[in-house]
């Protein structure tokens, strides 16, 4: 195996989201060690905002290796369709411990917003927050790239949750200089408040996106595009119709359900060899896609079709 290979194929190791998620809680343990140590340093309270991310950081890391975990174990008998949303459980824990974070920190500069107090050792806490920033964008940057890779929600938002502690380290250390630079102390406290809405908005996203994942959120626009492509290359080759189509996403497996309706001069063999060939080029156009197609015979509805057409007839009237 050539050297390059060999980095191709351990580098994929490395990429695998149960390995991001453990170097994400190690990460988390030295950026709490380096931060707590630069507001111990500084008095800042707008560094001890930072300090308490770190920690919510690592509550994150630690939920979400775990619900990862979870996601990748087999379908069973009380799963048939696999484990794959346990994932929207972590993003959703890691939200609402983003916008606890932002309450608490909210709190404490609301108190040092009454009671400035002078900044000490500026310069020392300053290089431990930027060197931890350093540590949490690499690593936010690596999983951002393996999440899309993996189609994983957890890795994506324990991701998004890294940059944003990125971000809000960034906008400290501009407050402290600013705050040095003018003499005015009320800014510590000023910053720390900005970075407290900036996180609890950030934690709100994560919510939202993970209640939408455990409520079976259609597949993006570009995926049904992919899907309407192959359905519709092969309606026109073979002279068969697609309807009924519904899509869902549920962790980083996708499921699409159709009916193909054929004709009724076709033997069963023949319908199934083709229905094979579709879901082949379905997987190709969207990896990761299980797709459930039901065969019938031109002009023939499903109970279930029948029954809601009549519905919308009854409506109508």
């Given at each position: 195996m050539s050297s390059s290979s060999w980095f191709a194929v351990h580098a994929s190791a490395w990429l695998q989201p149960r390995q991001l998620l453990r170097?994400?809680?190690a990460v988390a343990l030295l950026t709490i060690v380096f931060k707590t140590l630069a507001w111990w340093l500084t008095g800042s309270v707008s560094l001890l905002s930072d300090a308490l991310e770190s920690f919510v950081n690592l509550g994150g890391a630690v939920f979400a290796l775990a619900m990862v975990t979870i996601a990748a174990r087999p379908a069973d008998e009380d799963h048939p369709y696999g484990h794959h949303k346990a994932e929207y459980f972590s993003a959703g824990f890691e939200g609402i411990l983003v916008m606890g974070a932002s309450v608490a920190i909210v709190w404490a500069a609301a108190l040092r917003l009454w009671h400035p107090q002078p900044l000490e050792q500026l310069s020392w806490g300053l290089l431990l927050s930027l060197i931890s920033t350093g540590f949490n964008g690499a690593l936010a940057w690596v999983m951002l790239r393996s999440a899309k890779l993996h189609r994983s929600m957890a890795l994506e938002g324990d991701a998004r949750h890294l940059l944003t502690d990125v971000w809000t380290s960034v906008g400290v250390v501009l407050g402290l200089l600013a705050a040095q630079w003018t003499g005015w102390l009320w800014l510590d406290a000023a910053v720390a408040m900005a970075v407290a809405c900036n996180i609890f908005v950030q934690g709100a996203q994560l919510v939202w996106q993970s209640s939408q994942g455990l409520m079976d959120k259609a597949l993006d626009a570009d995926a049904?595009?992919?899907?309407?492509?192959?359905?519709?290359?092969?309606?026109?080759?073979?002279?068969?119709?697609?309807?009924?189509?519904?899509t869902r996403q549920a962790g980083e497996r996708s499921f699409v359900d159709l009916h193909m309706h054929v004709p009724e001069a076709w033997t069963v063999r023949q319908a199934a060899q083709l229905r094979a060939e579709i879901e082949a080029?379905?997987?190709?156009?969207?990896?990761?896609?299980?797709?459930?197609?039901?065969?019938?015979?031109?002009?023939?509805?499903?109970?279930?079709?029948?029954?809601?057409?009549?519905?919308v007839c009854e409506s109508e009237t």
């Open positions: 170097a994400s809680v049904i595009e992919r899907i309407h492509a192959v359905l519709q290359q092969h309606a026109t080759a073979h002279e068969v119709q697609f309807d009924n189509l519904t080029a379905l997987l190709q156009a969207v990896p990761g896609l299980y797709a459930r197609i039901e065969l019938l015979p031109m002009g023939m509805e499903t109970h279930s079709e029948a029954g809601d057409a009549r519905a």
